[in-house]
């Protein structure tokens, strides 16, 4: 993980999770709080199968120059037409930027997050997906539900893998991660997944 975001988020949680002894397994973090040290970042981890950025939320020079060297672009996005449309905004403006420097636009798919069942067959959702379709915007079918099990990982608790197994939160939240992460890496090498959003 390259954590590339300001409020340093990836680093708090991989450094609270090494204090209470869960350092994340097969989980590397490098900061890079600037664009060069993005870049170096980038160049030193080339050999690793896969490399997360997380970046500011915002547009700017670490998401441009993170997202023109992705194989895939993750954007996550709440059940909220406001969301959404940031969301498109970013992309629009991506687009823009990779016309310009003449190089072809990262494939990207919206993720929604903090997605809660009770959103399902609602109004604001087919509005958003209604919305983002005439967008020509990718939509993963997987979503990752709120959950206070993920709350609870990211407060410096390791990975889920980590996390008992014998608490049933875990159980569900390890197969919504788990659904959602077969499908990204599906999306980055080019191929599609048959499998919908539980």
Known sequence: ???????????QWHASSVVRGLSPQGVDLVRAPDEAALLHAIERLGG???????????????????????????????????DASQVVRTIRNLEQHAAGAKLPMSQHRVLFNEYDSLDRNTRPLREVVAYLDAERVPV????????VT????TSGHGTLYQMSDKDESVRKARYNADQVVRELLAASQGTATDETAA
Do not use: W
């Open 48 to 82: 690793y199968d896969v490399i997360v950025v997380d970046t500011p939320g915002y547009y700017g020079g670490v998401l441009i120059e993170s997202a023109l060297r992705a194989d895939l672009v993750v954007l996550p996005c709440k059940v909220h037409t406001f």
């Open 150 to 153: 993920y709350r609870t990982m």
């Open 140 to 147: 993963c079918a997987n979503a990752l539900y709120r959950r």
């Open 1 to 11: 993980i390259v954590d590339a975001d300001p409020q340093g988020s990836s680093y």
